[in-house]
């Protein structure tokens, strides 16, 4: 399993087509990938796994966030005022 990961994120360009978000606007798919990702670092955390496999949804989430918008979050984060479920 960890070799198929591994072979995606080596051969990932950009963000694939995912059918939760079948419109031109990826606002929603940015978002959902953010919290993906965070999500699973922490899971693994708890778990005191590897956290490999959560680069995909990082990688997915910077190839469709804007910089600015990833930069706000993080800052939100860090302050304990984010709105998102993680």
Not at 13 to 41: G, I, K, M, V
């Amino acid at each position: 399993m960890a070799d198929s990961i591994q072979a995606k994120l080596d051969n990932y360009r950009t963000a694939p087509f995912d059918s939760r978000f079948p419109n031109q606007n990826q606002t929603r798919n940015c978002w959902q990938n953010y919290l993906d990702f965070h999500r699973c670092e922490k899971a693994m955390a708890a778990k005191g796994a590897d956290a490999t496999c959560c680069q995909w949804y990082r990688r997915v989430y910077k190839s469709l966030c804007p910089i600015s918008w990833v930069n706000a979050w993080d800052e939100r984060r860090e302050e304990g005022t984010f709105p998102g479920k993680i």
